[in-house]
């Protein structure tokens, strides 16, 4: 149970990040739409689109490249890294 715990940590960060992205361009995105300027609408809807598809591709290299560093940021215990990276496989 606790290498399944750490092992969701990272995801608890990323959707941190993605939602502190998704939100911010959410609030820049109806300001530009409250002004009836349609094309910053756009250009910041895709740039939080790629802003967004970057970080899950990061996250998502970097938990499948190095799981195990990644979870002795959160843990020390070896069994609980071994059965975390079982998990995030």
């Known amino acids: 149970m606790t290498a399944v715990t750490v092992a969701n940590k990272p995801f608890l960060i990323f959707g941190g990040l993605f939602f502190g ?3 911010g361009a959410g609030i820049l995105i109806s300001q530009y739409f409250g002004a009836r300027d349609e094309e910053q609408c756009q250009g910041i809807f ?4 790629i802003v967004g598809l970057v970080l ?7 938990l499948r490249a190095i799981p195990g560093q990644i979870m002795r940021i959160f843990v020390e215990d070896a069994r609980t ?3 975390g990276v079982q998990y995030l496989r």
């Open 21 to 23: 992205v998704t939100g």
């Open 46 to 49: 895709a740039l939080q689109l």
């Open 56 to 62: 899950s591709l990061a996250f998502g290299a970097l």
């Open 81 to 83: 890294i071994e059965l």
